[in-house]
Nanobody, 131 residues
Framework: QLQLVASGGALVQPGGSLRLSCASSGPSLDRYAIGWFRQVPGKEHEGVAC????????NHADSVVGRYTVSRDNAKSTVYPQTNSLKAEDTGVYYC????????????????????????WGRGTQVTVSS
């Protein structure tokens, strides 16, 4: 079973930037496209972004257009997403997970729905954007 751990969440003031990490504590994640998801109380997990298994392609939701970058170091089995110009609406618990297909916003959305129905999210990391 692939075990992914999201980390790096923090309290950040609006307009700041935050870099998160997603690392595998089990099998290498280099064969997987990785998605990022956000959950706020009372809402379903929302797909935010993804990066392809090779790291050459990435996609993101409209909510982070122009504010998101991502890289990955497969040698370390780690993905590093970063969001700039953080807004209060970015607040939530962030999770990473292997996608059920190639990196696309559609796959991120479908994976979020599938995990919510049939899987478990595991450990997320809290991001709070507030002054």
């Amino acid at each position: 079973q692939l075990q992914l751990v999201a980390s790096g969440g923090a309290l950040v003031q609006p307009g700041g930037s935050l870099r998160l990490s997603c690392a595998s504590s089990g099998p290498s994640l280099d064969r997987y496209a990785i998605g990022w998801f956000r959950q706020v109380p009372g809402k379903e997990h929302e797909g935010v972004a993804c990066i392809s298994s090779s790291g050459i392609s990435a996609n993101h939701a409209d909510s982070v257009v122009g504010r998101y970058t991502v890289s990955r170091d497969n040698a370390k089995s780690t993905v590093y997403p970063q969001t700039n110009s953080l807004k209060a609406e970015d607040t939530g618990v962030y999770y990473c997970g292997a996608l059920l297909g190639p990196c696309s916003i559609g796959t991120v959305t479908n994976t979020a729905r599938t995990v919510a129905e049939f899987g478990s999210w595991g450990r997320g990391t809290q991001v709070t954007v507030s002054s």
